[in-house]
Nanobody, 123 residues
């Protein structure tokens, strides 16, 4: 499956952005999906994940209550709604897919990755 993340940009602290991850190729609904991010000089970290059906979602503590992950299998697209953004949310955001259902917060478990989209939050 090929993934393309988009929707990043510059936003003020307290503002919002919505990222999208469009998939092509194999059946999108067969994959669990995740969002990760990497700030300059930092390791890539888990942000959120969603299971194949969209019925179960998982969040990093740092974004819980502010970010919402969702998916539309008919459109082969995953979303990340980011609200109440903070300067520490600044990073390149990546979407990824995996077939297995375990360890959704572990980046090395993912099979396919999008190219990343830059999110910058000004304080």
């Amino acid at each position: 499956v090929q993934l393309q993340a988009f929707g990043g940009g510059l936003v003020q602290a307290g503002g919002y952005l919505r990222l999208s991850c469009a998939a092509s190729g194999r059946t999108f609904s067969a994959y669990n999906m995740g969002w990760f991010r990497q700030a300059p000089g930092e390791e890539r970290e888990f942000v959120a994940a969603i299971d194949r059906s969209g019925g179960s979602t998982y969040y990093a503590d740092s974004v819980k209550g502010r970010f919402t992950i969702s998916r539309d299998n008919a459109k082969k697209t995953m979303y990340l709604q980011m609200n109440s953004m903070k300067a520490e949310d600044t990073a390149v955001y990546y979407c990824a897919s995996k077939g297995g259902s375990l360890r959704l917060a572990v980046d090395r478990e993912y099979d396919y990755w999008g190219q990343g989209t830059q999110v910058t939050v000004s304080s």
